[in-house]
């Protein structure tokens, strides 16, 4: 990842910032900063071999954003054509992925149409997929209208969908042209939303930028609050910390696995909710890494202060550390959600999700551990069954700060 010099002169006289990730003839500009879609042709004009888009949105965020992109389109004299599918991860499925190749090929399309992702990490994973597909490969923008989208899940051309087998199974390393996150759409976003997008951010203190989860501890309450300039500052730092990750390992042949802190326990909660919304993405993940640092404990690798600071730092901030956090069960306070179901407290059918997982290598499990905060590494052959006690114990134990 750099800023080059015409970037920073940019940055100097706007407030937006401009990252660049560097993969040769596939680099491309992330720029964070407000009114990015209002402004979306300014952007796109030097990228678009003909003046022709396709915009790709779910049903919630067309109304919030759509109107916006287009009438920034029309003004620049951008043909374009919008589609919507509905809201949810449920979205992320086979059904929608063939609808839209379906619908996008009916407009007679040609490997010169541009396609945009406007939405959050389901539209972008979807989009892209979809991208990579038509016609052996379309060019596609993203534009994340979600904390998480912005700062995860839009940087780094992994996109997919999911399978009655798991998460993102299916899928395609694609990447995108540009990502222009708007950072004044996170305004519009449900506090739910937004908290479930900051546990991607903490991720990246914890993997390998302890200075910036000290930042965090300091500035996560304004991130949340909505304040303009902290949140800027968190989504341009957890870009820039994945681009440099990813610049140096596109296709997760090594280090770029580090980024799935907390996912591999995570992905198993939202397999056994069935991705029905009781457990947003980012809320596993928060869980998830909660876990994984717990478990680094008990493994002798990881000092119990820093695990206590990050679960607190997490809690504190509104996000769940364990699943009896979610909704009531167990008297857990956690914004008035309904309770998980009973099975996601059952170890073995947590093991048979995590042995689904992308990252199992010769039917070994393979998790991202910490020696520290801000020390994050990859352990590769985890016996499952130091997994399964440890989960047996864990579930069994909601954290609660002291």
Not at 78 to 100: C, N, R, W
Not at 301 to 316: E, F, G, I, S, V
Request: aromatic share 6%.
């Amino acid at each position: 990842m750099t800023l080059g010099a015409s970037a920073r002169e940019a940055s100097s006289r706007s407030s937006t910032n401009c990252l660049r990730l560097d993969l040769g003839a596939r680099s491309y500009d992330i720029l964070v900063g407000p009114a990015l879609i209002q402004k979306a042709a300014e952007a796109l004009l030097p990228l678009l071999p003909q003046k022709r888009v396709i915009i790709i949105s779910d049903e919630t965020v067309a109304a919030l954003h759509l109107p916006s992109l287009e009438a920034s389109l029309q003004a620049a004299d951008i043909a374009y054509h919008s589609m919507t599918v509905p809201a949810g991860e449920a979205t992320k499925d086979f059904k929608y992925f063939q609808s839209l190749c379906e619908d996008i090929l009916a407009l007679g399309i040609d490997r010169k149409t541009m396609l945009i992702a406007l939405g959050g990490g389901v539209i972008g994973d979807l989009v892209g997929f979809v991208a990579s597909s038509l016609l052996r490969g379309l060019d596609f923008i993203q534009m994340p209208t979600t904390l998480l989208a912005q700062v995860d899940s839009s940087v780094g051309g992994k996109t997919g969908i999911n399978s009655a087998h798991g998460k993102n199974l299916i899928g395609a390393f694609h990447q995108p042209k540009l990502v222009l996150a708007d950072s004044a759409s996170l305004a519009t976003l449900p506090a739910r939303d937004l908290r479930a997008g900051y546990a991607e951010v903490v991720k990246y203190g914890l993997i390998d930028d302890p200075d910036f989860f000290t930042w965090l501890e300091e500035h996560g309450s304004a991130v949340l609050s909505g304040e303009a300039d902290a949140q800027r500052s968190a989504v341009t730092r957890s870009c820039a910390n994945k681009a440099r990750i990813v610049a140096a390992d596109e296709k997760e042949a090594g280090q770029r696995a580090l980024l799935n802190l907390g996912h591999t326990f995570g992905h198993a909660f939202e397999a056994e909710c069935g991705y029905d919304g009781r457990l947003l993405h980012g809320e596993a993940v928060a869980i998830g890494m909660a876990m994984a640092m717990d478990f680094s404990v008990s493994e002798g690798l990881c000092p119990q202060d820093d695990a206590l600071r990050a679960k607190n730092h997490m809690y504190q901030h509104g996000l769940p550390t364990h699943p009896a956090d979610m909704g009531t069960r167990r008297g857990a306070v956690q914004m008035g959600l309904a309770p998980l179901p009973d099975t996601c407290f059952d170890p073995d059918r947590l093991l048979s999700h995590m042995a689904k997982d992308k990252k199992v290598q010769d039917k070994k499990l393979v998790f991202i551990l910490t020696k520290a905060l801000g020390q994050a590494f990859i352990a590769r052959d985890v016996a499952p069954g130091k997994i399964r006690l440890f989960l047996q114990n864990w579930l069994s134990e909601p954290y609660r700060p002291s």
